[in-house]
């Protein structure tokens, strides 16, 4: 009995061996076969694998030598480098305008405020200004020489002028 299942085990385990050999045989070839077979179509301004209405093949088979190749690899990366460090540069730019603009917007909130109080403080100034011209005055007659009389809400009395006849 131990050796059947000892068997069992050993069979299953090839078997399933050779499946996955299989499948992975399958995939590289049908791959291989796909690409040999595969053509390119030109669908107006899209390419594509599939063939479409009014579409065209294109041949994409690339005949330059290694060196060729090499050398446009070289360029691009020469390019990305390039297009990389001028970017570095514009985000900078872009981060000192953001940072001028945001202090300009600042100061000029906070000219804004100041105007604001200034405004503010000249208002309160004519509101009292014109609630004191409202107000009537008080006497501003001096009574230092003259002998007091000490009875309460009495007034002083003026001396009438005389006038020059003919006035």
């Known amino acids: 009995m131990k050796r059947e299942r000892r068997r069992s085990k050993a069979t299953k385990a090839s078997i399933t061996s050779v499946a996955l050999f299989f ?12 690409q040999e077979g595969s053509q390119t179509w030109r669908c107006g301004n899209t390419y594509s694998d599939r063939p479409c209405e009014g579409g065209k093949t ?62 503010v403080a000249e208002q309160r100034e004519r509101d009292r200004d014109a609630k004191a011209a409202r107000k009537p005055r008080e006497s501003s007659m001096s009574f230092s020489g003259a002998p007091r009389d000490n009875t309460a809400g009495d007034a002083p009395q003026r001396k009438k002028k005389k006038r020059k006849p003919g006035e």
Do not use: C
């Open 23 to 34: 499948v992975a045989t399958g995939a590289f070839s049908t791959g291989a076969s796909a």
């Open 58 to 119: 294109v041949k994409v088979d690339d005949h330059r030598s290694d060196e060729d190749r090499r050398s446009a690899d070289a360029g691009t990366r020469s390019a990305r480098s390039n297009a990389d460090q001028l970017e570095r540069s514009r985000l900078s730019l872009e981060k000192a305008a953001y940072e001028r603009d945001s202090r300009a917007a600042r100061e000029a909130r906070s000219a804004a405020q100041a105007e604001r109080r200034l405004a």
